[in-house]
C-alpha cells in the first residue's frame, strides 16, 4: 500500500464534494418537476366552483328546456286536436249558411 499524501485525499474529496452536488442539482431539479406534476393534477378550490357552477347552470338549462319546448311548440297532438276543432266549426257555420240560405229561399 502506497501511502498517500494530504493533498492526494483532499482531491478526492473535491470530485465526490462535486459529485454529490451533481446528484443533489439532478435530485432537487427531479423533486421540482414531481411537485410540477403534482400540482397540474389537482385542480384547486376556485376551479372546482368554476366549473361547478358551469354544470350547475347545464343542468338548469336542460331541465328547463322541455318546459320551453312545449310552451313554445305544438305536439302532434295539439294540432291534430285543433283542426279537428276548426274542422267541426268550419262544418256547423257551413250548415247554418246552408240552412239560413233554404230558409230565405223557401220563404221568400
Known amino acids: 500500500m502506497t501511502p498517500s499524501s494530504l493533498l ?64 313554445t311548440f305544438a305536439t302532434k297532438a295539439d294540432l291534430a286536436d285543433a283542426v279537428t276543432a276548426l274542422t267541426w266549426r268550419f262544418i256547423g257555420f257551413a250548415a247554418i249558411l246552408l240552412s239560413g240560405g233554404f230558409a230565405l229561399g223557401r220563404y221568400l
Do not use: C
Not at 411537485?35 to 372546482?48: F, G, P
Open 8 to 71: 492526494d485525499i483532499e482531491s478526492g474529496r473535491s470530485e465526490d464534494d462535486s459529485l454529490r452536488l451533481r446528484e443533489t442539482i439532478v435530485t432537487v431539479a427531479e423533486l421540482a418537476m414531481s411537485v410540477e406534476v403534482i400540482k397540474s393534477n389537482y385542480v384547486t378550490k376556485e376551479e372546482l366552483a368554476i366549473v361547478s357552477g358551469k354544470i350547475d347552470l347545464v343542468a338548469n338549462n336542460l331541465q328547463a328546456f322541455p318546459a320551453h319546448a312545449y310552451q
